[in-house]
């Protein structure tokens, strides 16, 4: 069965130091994988999907099929990245998106 | 913002009583989304609609109704069988139905039940 794994609830950083937010996924075909945001007081909004192999606001995100792994990654946290992420599955024979639990990042002053 | 709304931002409700949570959008997509969102349990996908008139169930859906009777709204009931229903409910919506369409969301309604 597919099912989103994010093994960190909760992730605090202080500024300037590298992040990592990790994702790992259950499905044997071709996934889709993304990571959607939600900044306080905001809307959750897509953040960034693999296929497009963007880096937005600095994160990067590789889709590792080996490790069934898609970690979000920044080399340098800035204060405003403090959010609720979220790693989210889906695929061309789904109907719906599977979605992570979450983990919230804390960057520190 | 603009896209896609949801009413009332807050609802409070006393046991027993049905409630329903309004979901409307602008941007001409198929496909709509109830989710459920609790501390620590993510992102709960209650119902979802591909198109006008129809709808399936998620993976929560006990105690919840819904209807696709227009394009652009998809209201959720929550009723009075649902045993835990104090919970922020985010509505999302996108331009098809399946797995690879970016979901757009609603800011979300929080429902305190007593």
């Known amino acids: 069965a597919q099912r989103v794994t994010q093994p960190e609830k909760l992730l605090s950083v202080f500024k300037g130091a590298p992040v990592e937010l990790k994702c790992n996924y259950s499905y044997s075909g071709s996934p889709e994988l993304f990571w959607y945001v939600q900044y306080s007081r905001q809307r959750l909004q897509l953040l960034l999907r693999?296929?497009s192999r963007e880096s937005i606001k600095g994160f990067t995100a590789d889709l590792n099929k080996g490790e069934t792994s898609f970690h979000l990654k920044k080399p340098f946290a800035q204060e405003e990245d403090s959010a609720m992420y979220y790693c989210a599955l889906g695929g061309y024979n789904f109907n719906k998106f599977y979605f992570g639990s979450g983990t919230k990042l804390n960057v520190k002053p | 913002d603009g896209g896609i709304t949801q009413s009332p931002k807050y609802l409070f409700r006393k046991e027993g009583q049905n409630v329903t949570l309004s979901c409307e959008q602008n941007?001409?997509?198929?496909?709509m989304y109830w989710y459920r969102q609790d501390p620590g349990q993510g992102l709960r996908l209650i119902y979802y609609?591909?198109?006008?008139?129809?709808?399936q169930k998620g993976d929560i859906a006990e105690g919840y109704s819904v209807s696709r009777e227009k394009k652009e709204s998809f209201p959720l009931t929550v009723t009075s069988a649902q045993k835990n229903p104090t919970a922020f409910y985010l509505c999302?919506?996108?331009?098809?139905?399946?797995?690879?369409?970016?979901?757009?969301f609603g800011p979300g309604t929080r429902l305190t039940v007593t």
């Open positions: 609609s591909q198109i006008v008139n129809d709808f």
């Open positions: 999302a919506s996108s331009m098809g139905a399946g797995g690879i369409y970016e979901q757009y």
């Open positions: 693999h296929i």
């Open positions: 941007l001409n997509h198929d496909a």
